[in-house]
Protein backbone atom coordinates (compact mmCIF):
# COMPACT_ATOMS: atom_id res chain seq x y z
CA UNK A 1 0.00 0.00 0.00
CA UNK A 2 1.22 3.15 -0.69
CA UNK A 3 0.21 6.93 0.47
CA UNK A 4 -0.26 9.13 -2.75
CA UNK A 5 0.58 13.25 -3.04
CA UNK A 6 -0.12 15.73 -5.49
CA UNK A 7 2.04 18.69 -5.05
CA UNK A 8 0.96 21.84 -7.02
CA UNK A 9 0.46 19.64 -10.12
CA UNK A 10 -0.63 21.05 -13.53
CA UNK A 11 -0.73 20.00 -16.91
CA UNK A 12 -0.69 21.76 -19.89
CA UNK A 13 -1.35 20.91 -23.67
CA UNK A 14 0.57 22.84 -25.52
CA UNK A 15 -0.63 26.34 -24.84
CA UNK A 16 -4.06 25.00 -23.04
CA UNK A 17 -3.72 24.39 -18.98
CA UNK A 18 -6.27 21.58 -18.28
CA UNK A 19 -4.80 21.09 -14.48
CA UNK A 20 -4.31 24.17 -13.11
CA UNK A 21 -2.39 23.23 -9.76
CA UNK A 22 -3.72 20.61 -7.83
CA UNK A 23 -2.51 19.91 -3.91
CA UNK A 24 -3.51 16.59 -2.50
CA UNK A 25 -2.93 14.15 -0.21
CA UNK A 26 -3.93 10.77 -0.21
CA UNK A 27 -3.76 8.60 2.84
CA UNK A 28 -2.70 4.74 2.58
CA UNK A 29 -5.67 2.77 1.83
CA UNK A 30 -7.93 5.34 1.38
CA UNK A 31 -10.91 5.40 -1.14
CA UNK A 32 -10.90 8.49 -3.54
CA UNK A 33 -12.91 9.61 -5.85
CA UNK A 34 -12.28 12.32 -8.64
CA UNK A 35 -16.20 13.40 -9.79
CA UNK A 36 -16.64 16.57 -11.97
CA UNK A 37 -18.43 17.51 -15.32
CA UNK A 38 -17.01 15.99 -18.67
CA UNK A 39 -14.19 17.72 -19.77
CA UNK A 40 -12.71 19.03 -16.18
CA UNK A 41 -9.41 17.12 -16.32
CA UNK A 42 -10.05 13.95 -14.05
CA UNK A 43 -8.72 11.68 -16.57
CA UNK A 44 -5.66 14.17 -17.26
CA UNK A 45 -5.46 14.09 -13.33
CA UNK A 46 -5.44 9.97 -13.09
CA UNK A 47 -3.30 9.63 -15.86
CA UNK A 48 -0.53 11.94 -14.83
CA UNK A 49 -0.77 9.30 -11.48
CA UNK A 50 -0.31 6.37 -13.38
CA UNK A 51 2.39 7.90 -15.54
CA UNK A 52 0.43 7.92 -18.72
CA UNK A 53 1.09 11.09 -19.10
CA UNK A 54 4.01 13.63 -17.70
CA UNK A 55 3.77 16.67 -15.55
CA UNK A 56 3.76 19.74 -16.10
CA UNK A 57 4.66 21.29 -13.21
CA UNK A 58 5.03 20.09 -9.65
CA UNK A 59 5.47 16.78 -7.72
CA UNK A 60 3.64 13.54 -7.74
CA UNK A 61 4.71 11.50 -4.38
CA UNK A 62 4.16 7.56 -3.68
CA UNK A 63 4.96 6.59 -0.53
CA UNK A 64 8.29 7.91 0.13
CA UNK A 65 9.31 8.53 -3.22
CA UNK A 66 9.22 10.90 -5.79
CA UNK A 67 7.63 9.92 -8.51
CA UNK A 68 6.97 12.77 -11.42
CA UNK A 69 9.94 11.46 -13.66
CA UNK A 70 9.52 7.53 -13.25
CA UNK A 71 7.68 5.60 -16.03
CA UNK A 72 4.49 3.77 -15.08
CA UNK A 73 6.25 0.57 -14.61
CA UNK A 74 7.91 1.60 -11.92
CA UNK A 75 5.39 3.70 -9.82
CA UNK A 76 3.83 0.36 -9.03
CA UNK A 77 0.18 0.93 -9.63
CA UNK A 78 -2.14 -0.29 -11.50
CA UNK A 79 -4.75 1.10 -13.94
CA UNK A 80 -7.80 -1.08 -14.05
CA UNK A 81 -9.29 -0.92 -17.66
CA UNK A 82 -12.53 -2.61 -18.86
CA UNK A 83 -13.29 -5.83 -19.41
CA UNK A 84 -12.85 -6.09 -23.18
CA UNK A 85 -9.34 -5.51 -22.49
CA UNK A 86 -9.61 -9.62 -21.95
CA UNK A 87 -8.07 -11.91 -24.15
CA UNK A 88 -11.01 -14.22 -25.96
CA UNK A 89 -8.76 -17.65 -26.58
CA UNK A 90 -7.09 -17.49 -23.04
CA UNK A 91 -8.88 -19.15 -19.86
CA UNK A 92 -9.66 -16.70 -16.95
CA UNK A 93 -6.18 -18.17 -14.87
CA UNK A 94 -4.26 -17.12 -18.36
CA UNK A 95 -5.86 -14.12 -18.51
CA UNK A 96 -5.25 -13.16 -14.53
CA UNK A 97 -1.80 -14.28 -14.82
CA UNK A 98 -0.50 -13.35 -18.58
CA UNK A 99 1.04 -10.16 -17.17
CA UNK A 100 3.04 -12.29 -14.58
CA UNK A 101 3.94 -14.63 -17.23
CA UNK A 102 5.29 -12.05 -19.24
CA UNK A 103 7.23 -10.54 -16.03
CA UNK A 104 8.78 -13.77 -15.99
CA UNK A 105 7.45 -14.39 -13.01
CA UNK A 106 7.77 -18.76 -12.23
CA UNK A 107 5.01 -20.79 -12.87
CA UNK A 108 3.95 -22.15 -9.22
CA UNK A 109 4.30 -18.07 -8.39
CA UNK A 110 1.42 -17.27 -10.58
CA UNK A 111 -0.77 -19.93 -9.89
CA UNK A 112 -0.12 -18.48 -5.94
CA UNK A 113 -1.03 -14.91 -7.05
CA UNK A 114 -3.74 -15.79 -9.55
CA UNK A 115 -5.12 -18.18 -6.69
CA UNK A 116 -4.95 -15.38 -4.46
CA UNK A 117 -6.93 -12.74 -6.91
CA UNK A 118 -9.32 -15.19 -7.43
CA UNK A 119 -10.40 -15.51 -3.87
CA UNK A 120 -10.84 -12.08 -3.59
CA UNK A 121 -13.34 -11.50 -6.42
CA UNK A 122 -14.53 -14.92 -6.21
CA UNK A 123 -14.23 -16.24 -9.06
CA UNK A 124 -12.20 -19.43 -8.16
CA UNK A 125 -15.05 -21.36 -9.81
CA UNK A 126 -14.41 -19.93 -12.55
CA UNK A 127 -10.67 -20.04 -13.48
CA UNK A 128 -10.92 -22.74 -16.55
CA UNK A 129 -13.11 -20.52 -18.35
CA UNK A 130 -13.73 -18.30 -21.41
CA UNK A 131 -14.39 -15.27 -21.27
CA UNK A 132 -17.30 -15.81 -23.24
CA UNK A 133 -18.91 -18.02 -21.12
CA UNK A 134 -19.00 -15.50 -18.17
CA UNK A 135 -21.11 -13.34 -17.25
CA UNK A 136 -20.78 -8.90 -18.23
CA UNK A 137 -19.91 -8.82 -13.85
CA UNK A 138 -17.80 -11.77 -13.79
CA UNK A 139 -15.73 -10.91 -16.71
CA UNK A 140 -15.07 -7.40 -14.92
CA UNK A 141 -13.62 -9.18 -12.29
CA UNK A 142 -11.51 -10.99 -14.17
CA UNK A 143 -10.38 -7.60 -15.64
CA UNK A 144 -9.69 -6.19 -12.44
CA UNK A 145 -8.22 -9.83 -11.46
CA UNK A 146 -5.64 -8.99 -13.93
CA UNK A 147 -4.58 -5.66 -12.02
CA UNK A 148 -4.38 -7.38 -8.57
CA UNK A 149 -2.03 -10.21 -9.90
CA UNK A 150 0.68 -7.84 -9.93
CA UNK A 151 0.17 -6.49 -6.26
CA UNK A 152 -0.31 -3.14 -6.77
CA UNK A 153 0.67 -0.85 -3.83
CA UNK A 154 -2.75 1.76 -5.20
CA UNK A 155 -5.75 0.93 -8.20
CA UNK A 156 -6.70 4.09 -10.39
CA UNK A 157 -10.18 3.66 -12.27
CA UNK A 158 -11.13 5.26 -14.73
CA UNK A 159 -15.11 5.08 -15.08
CA UNK A 160 -14.48 1.45 -14.98
CA UNK A 161 -18.77 1.25 -14.95
CA UNK A 162 -19.77 3.41 -17.16
CA UNK A 163 -20.45 1.11 -20.14
CA UNK A 164 -22.41 -1.41 -17.77
CA UNK A 165 -25.95 -1.42 -18.03
CA UNK A 166 -27.29 0.04 -14.60
CA UNK A 167 -28.11 -3.60 -12.57
CA UNK A 168 -24.65 -4.42 -13.18
CA UNK A 169 -23.64 -1.23 -12.74
CA UNK A 170 -24.83 -1.34 -8.78
CA UNK A 171 -23.51 -5.24 -8.57
CA UNK A 172 -19.84 -3.76 -9.62
CA UNK A 173 -20.34 -0.81 -7.27
CA UNK A 174 -20.74 -3.49 -4.58
CA UNK A 175 -17.78 -5.33 -5.69
CA UNK A 176 -15.87 -2.58 -6.09
CA UNK A 177 -16.48 -1.86 -2.14
CA UNK A 178 -15.80 -5.55 -1.23
CA UNK A 179 -12.68 -5.22 -3.07
CA UNK A 180 -11.43 -2.18 -1.01
CA UNK A 181 -12.37 -3.66 2.41
CA UNK A 182 -10.46 -7.30 1.26
CA UNK A 183 -7.40 -5.61 0.16
CA UNK A 184 -7.42 -2.63 2.24
CA UNK A 185 -5.66 -0.50 -0.93
CA UNK A 186 -5.00 2.75 -2.19
CA UNK A 187 -7.76 3.80 -4.65
CA UNK A 188 -8.29 5.96 -6.92
CA UNK A 189 -11.33 6.36 -8.67
CA UNK A 190 -12.96 8.34 -11.65
CA UNK A 191 -16.75 9.06 -12.02
CA UNK A 192 -18.91 11.82 -13.47
CA UNK A 193 -22.01 9.42 -11.47
CA UNK A 194 -22.36 11.35 -8.78
CA UNK A 195 -24.72 8.38 -6.45
CA UNK A 196 -21.43 5.98 -7.52
CA UNK A 197 -19.34 8.99 -5.67
CA UNK A 198 -21.04 9.10 -2.32
CA UNK A 199 -21.35 5.70 -1.68
CA UNK A 200 -17.64 4.45 -3.13
CA UNK A 201 -15.84 7.33 -1.44
CA UNK A 202 -14.06 7.55 2.27
CA UNK A 203 -12.86 10.99 0.58
CA UNK A 204 -14.78 12.81 -2.66
CA UNK A 205 -12.70 15.74 -4.67
CA UNK A 206 -14.67 17.62 -6.81
CA UNK A 207 -13.01 18.82 -9.95
CA UNK A 208 -14.00 22.00 -11.81
CA UNK A 209 -11.84 23.36 -15.21
CA UNK A 210 -8.83 22.17 -13.35
CA UNK A 211 -9.06 23.07 -10.04
CA UNK A 212 -9.95 21.06 -6.96
CA UNK A 213 -13.57 22.89 -5.60
CA UNK A 214 -13.78 20.97 -2.42
CA UNK A 215 -12.28 17.99 -0.91
CA UNK A 216 -14.50 15.90 1.63
CA UNK A 217 -16.29 12.96 2.85
CA UNK A 218 -19.54 12.34 1.31
CA UNK A 219 -21.40 13.73 4.85
CA UNK A 220 -19.27 16.93 4.56
CA UNK A 221 -20.20 17.57 0.63
CA UNK A 222 -23.84 17.09 0.86
CA UNK A 223 -23.89 18.84 4.21
CA UNK A 224 -21.76 21.76 3.74
CA UNK A 225 -20.84 22.21 -0.16
CA UNK A 226 -18.58 24.69 -0.12
CA UNK A 227 -20.42 26.65 -3.04
CA UNK A 228 -23.70 26.34 -5.42
CA UNK A 229 -21.06 24.27 -8.08
CA UNK A 230 -20.25 21.42 -5.56
CA UNK A 231 -24.29 22.08 -4.23
CA UNK A 232 -25.09 20.75 -8.26
CA UNK A 233 -22.93 18.88 -8.45
CA UNK A 234 -23.55 16.86 -5.19
CA UNK A 235 -27.37 17.30 -5.30
CA UNK A 236 -27.15 18.69 -1.90
CA UNK A 237 -30.14 20.34 -0.65
CA UNK A 238 -28.96 23.66 -0.33
P1 LIG B 1 -12.52 14.41 -17.98
O1 LIG B 1 -11.88 13.06 -17.79
O2 LIG B 1 -12.82 15.10 -16.69
O3 LIG B 1 -13.73 14.34 -18.84
P2 LIG B 1 -10.08 15.01 -19.45
O4 LIG B 1 -9.02 14.89 -18.44
O5 LIG B 1 -10.26 13.89 -20.39
O6 LIG B 1 -11.47 15.35 -18.72
O7 LIG B 1 -9.84 16.32 -20.30
C1 LIG B 1 -9.59 17.58 -19.71
C2 LIG B 1 -9.32 18.59 -20.80
O8 LIG B 1 -8.07 18.32 -21.43
C3 LIG B 1 -10.38 18.59 -21.91
O9 LIG B 1 -10.59 19.91 -22.31
C4 LIG B 1 -9.71 17.78 -23.00
O10 LIG B 1 -10.18 18.17 -24.26
C5 LIG B 1 -8.24 18.15 -22.82
N1 LIG B 1 -7.32 17.07 -23.25
C6 LIG B 1 -7.27 15.82 -22.75
N2 LIG B 1 -6.29 15.11 -23.34
C7 LIG B 1 -5.72 15.94 -24.26
C8 LIG B 1 -4.64 15.79 -25.20
N3 LIG B 1 -3.95 14.65 -25.30
N4 LIG B 1 -4.33 16.86 -25.95
C9 LIG B 1 -5.00 18.03 -25.84
N5 LIG B 1 -6.00 18.23 -24.97
C10 LIG B 1 -6.38 17.20 -24.19
MG1 LIG C 1 -12.47 11.14 -18.45
Not at 34 to 63: D, H, N, W
Amino acid sequence: MASIELKGVEKWFGEVQVIKGVDLAIEEGEFVIFVGPSGCGKSTLLRMIAGLEGTSRGQIMVGDRDATAEPPSKRGLAMVFQSYALYPHMSVAENMGFSLKAAGVKPAERQRQVAEAARALRLEEYLDRRPRDLSGGQRQRVAIGRSIVREPTAFLFDEPLSNLDASLRVEMRYEIAKLHQTLKSTMIYVTHDQIEAMTLADRIVVLSAGKIAQVGTPKELYEHPANLFVAQFIGSPK
